[in-house]
């Protein structure tokens, strides 16, 4: 089971990247798949996160509107939009997979990516 994230750089505020996520050894439609972040001096958070049939969806009050999850699972990604950038979402991005829904807590998921640094400049 791996996952691999990439896809993150330096950006100016304002600005939009997606990161990608590459799922090999799962069934990543049949799992539920969240990203995470952590910034210097904090606690992982959870970004956004999407239940096994994409019904069921999270996402964290500061990037509500801005960040968009999503999954291609005939290419085995994942991926999360973000749009409109700001300096405070400069942190270490995980993905994540688990069986089941667990929303944005991090204990519930069982397989994550090495991380992929995001810098937002203001």
């Known amino acids: 089971v791996q996952l691999q994230a990439f896809g993150g750089g330096l950006v100016q505020s304002g600005g939009s990247l997606r990161l990608s996520c590459a799922a090999s050894g799962f069934a990543l439609d049949r799992s539920a798949i969240g990203w995470f972040r952590q910034a210097p001096g904090r606690e992982r958070e959870g970004v956004a996160c999407i239940g096994k049939g994409d019904g069921t969806t999270y996402y964290g009050d500061s990037v509500t509107g801005r960040f968009t999850i999503s999954r291609d699972n005939a290419k085995h990604t994942m991926y999360l939009q973000m749009n409109n950038l700001k300096p405070e979402d400069t942190a270490v991005y995980y993905c994540?997979?688990?069986?089941?829904?667990?929303?944005?807590?991090?204990?519930?998921?069982?397989?994550w990516g090495q991380g992929t640094q995001v810098t937002v400049s203001s």
């Open positions: 994540a997979s688990g069986p089941r829904w667990s929303g944005s807590y991090s204990g519930g998921y069982y397989y």
